[in-house]
């Protein structure tokens, strides 16, 4: 074989071994995951949303304020039955992403409640969805369907 067609071979070659491992990279990012936000790595962190709706019920129009150390989502009207309030983030890179809500309804006093927190929901959730009840948030349960994760209100936290 002269040299050049074995160049070109060569060639040849890396590009199918370049191309295939496209494919592959490819077929894999299609394999079913189940919904749980990968560990953030340096530059790999996947979005996570957290949504929240309201199910207090008839005339009990919620309002949300969440906040994080750096930022202040500010306060948000979620009526009773359609409404909802939904944010997006980028879990840090040191894996302590904490994000805490008041809930107030009329009549009520402030509920505090912490709707994110990394080392608690990466596992569970990338997509994280709440219903807002009286008795406290309870989160979907992506095994049964339901929302039956519920949790107490945590109000030690105070803004
Ligand atoms: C989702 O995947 C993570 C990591 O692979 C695993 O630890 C977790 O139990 C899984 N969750 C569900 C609901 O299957
Ligand atoms: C709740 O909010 C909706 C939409 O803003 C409004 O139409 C409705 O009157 C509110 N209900 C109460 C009881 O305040």
New binding site residues.
């Given amino acids: 074989m002269s040299s050049l067609s074995k160049n070109v071979l060569q060639l040849f070659l890396v590009m199918l071994l370049g191309f295939s491992m496209t494919l592959f990279t490819f077929a894999a990012d299609l394999t079913p995951k189940n919904d749980s936000a990968t560990r953030p790595n340096f530059l790999d962190r996947k979005m996570a949303r957290v949504t929240i709706f309201n199910d207090l019920g008839e005339?009990l129009?919620l309002t949300v304020h969440c906040k994080s150390g750096h930022s202040d989502l500010g306060v948000h009207?979620v009526?009773?039955p359609k409404g909802f309030y939904a944010f997006n983030f980028r879990p840090n890179f040191f894996g302590t992403t904490l994000y805490f809500c008041g809930f107030r309804w009329p009549d009520s006093p402030l509920h505090m409640f912490d709707i994110y927190v990394f080392q608690r929901d990466r596992e569970v959730c990338g997509k994280c969805f709440w219903k807002i009840r009286e008795d406290g948030p309870c989160m979907f349960n992506y095994e049964t369907k339901e929302y039956d994760l519920c949790s107490n209100w945590n109000n030690r936290r105070k803004f």
């Fill in positions: 005339g129009n009207k009526a009773y």
